[in-house]
Nanobody
């Protein structure tokens, strides 16, 4: 499986961006999909996942970000609103090893190359 993320860029605080991630391969609907991020000098952290059980968000993005998926297009999205400078990071999409991916990066089997999001005035 190959994952191609896009949609990153430079945005002012309070602005919005929508990230997209297209997955190759078959049976996309059978796997959970997630987003993680890594800021300079920090460890990779969980952002959000959508799986057969629903959606899970990190506390830091709850209420501001929305994860969704279009199984017909093999695509997962991350709508990011009310962006803050601390959201600046490289964002990675990942495909779960099962329908029930969660906050733990070990529940994901495939990773994309990432897209840079910079929130700055």
């Amino acid at each position: 499986v190959q994952l191609q993320a896009s949609g990153g860029g430079l945005v002012q605080p309070g602005g919005s961006l929508r990230l997209s991630c297209v997955a190759s391969g078959r049976a996309f609907r059978n796997y959970g999909m997630g987003w993680f991020r890594q800021a300079p000098g920090k460890e990779r952290e969980f952002v959000a996942t959508v799986n057969w059980g629903g959606k899970i968000y990190a506390d830091s993005v709850q209420g501001r970000f929305n994860i969704s998926r279009d199984n017909a297009k093999n695509t997962v999205y991350l709508q990011m609103n009310s962006l803050k400078p601390e959201d600046t990071a490289v964002y990675y999409c990942a495909q779960g090893a099962s329908p029930y991916s969660n906050r733990d990066a070990r529940t994901y089997k495939s990773w994309g190359h990432g897209t840079q999001v910079t929130v700055s005035s």
